[in-house]
């Protein structure tokens, strides 16, 4: 009954129950593996920095530093933020995929997510928030980067749905002590920037009304990612600017999955990102040794 992968879907459609495997963490594995829910294989609809007030305890300096300096370029598709404008299209297949199926809405409707209220943590210069509110959510963007949010508002003043976006110059944190509550939490490639990354997904728990949804990518801290989103992504084909990651600060699939499960957020599903070079487009797939994006649901009030 329990799975030898953890987290390859096509396999888990047919099981009950999973477990970890990562030799060098067998405490994850008991835990993991007794609490977790079904995760069922799942089929996807193609400068100066801020005043921030309150607690900010997931807040890393450095990595504010590294994304201030290119925040100028965050609508520059050929920039150094252009893998995420080439990889957004398949993180929003997913986000419209789960969150369409948690939330009983037509994936195939234009704005699908219409009634509901995300907020897009460390939202950086809006190019995830706009197609959210394309598709009809009620969206909060909010980054702890002055800069980003300067730059988010003028792009989003071009549209007048994207000028519906709520920017804030703010953190996760603050919008806890503040009781602010939404239907989706959405924080994608943040959480490998953060100096707690376990704080950080307390914050988002907070933020989740009960029952609602949480979308969380990022890296995984495999030798594999060390080769591709670093010294070949930085390094040698200089789609990032190098220094961009520090693969220490990388999370494992187990280790986001119980820093999930211990903020009281059930991960129900989670898929791998692949790059085809030939192509150059990404794809949803069952291999998370790079890159990887999870849902999971508020459990607790």
């Known amino acids: 009954m329990i799975s030898r992968s953890l987290y390859h879907l096509r396999k888990l459609s047919r099981t009950s129950v999973f477990t970890v495997h990562n030799s060098s963490a067998n405490c994850v594995h008991e835990v993991v593996g007794a609490s977790q829910p079904f995760i069922q294989n799942r089929s996807y609809v193609a400068s100066p920095q801020p005043s921030v ?26 920039g150094p933020f252009k893998p995420l404008h080439v990889m957004n299209p398949t993180r929003l297949a997913f986000i419209r995929s789960t969150l369409c199926r948690h939330f009983g809405k037509d994936p195939f409707s234009a704005r699908p997510f219409e009634g509901l209220k995300f907020v897009d943590v460390g939202c950086g210069g809006g190019i995830l928030s706009e197609p959210l509110a394309r598709m009809g959510a009620s969206v909060t963007g909010v980054d702890a980067v002055d800069k980003n949010i300067k730059i ?38 943040v959480i490998e920037h953060v100096a707690d990354p376990a704080e950080f997904c307390k914050s988002l728990s907070a933020l ?14 495999s030798m594999r990612a060390y080769a591709t989103a670093i010294v070949a992504a930085e390094y040698i084909l200089h789609w990032l600017p190098k220094g961009t990651h520090q ?35 990404w794809s949803l797939t069952d291999d998370i040794g790079v890159n990887f994006i999870a849902f999971g649901v508020k459990n607790s009030q």
């Open 53 to 78: 007030s309150a607690s900010t305890s997931s807040l890393n300096q450095t990595e504010l530093d590294k994304f201030a300096a290119i925040a100028d370029s965050w609508w520059d598709a050929e």
């Open 152 to 189: 988010a508002r003028l792009h989003a003043d071009l549209d007048p749905v994207a000028s519906s976006i709520e920017y804030r110059c703010t953190t996760a944190e603050n919008l806890v002590e503040e009781q602010k509550k939404f239907d989706a939490v959405i924080a994608l490639e």
């Open 208 to 221: 989740t009304v009960y029952h609602g949804a949480t979308v969380i990518s990022t890296i995984n801290r």
């Open 247 to 281: 693969w220490s600060s990388f999370l494992t699939p187990e280790e986001l999955v119980l820093a999930l499960q211990r903020a009281s957020i059930s991960v129900e599903e989670v898929a791998g990102f692949a790059y085809d070079p030939l192509t150059r487009q």
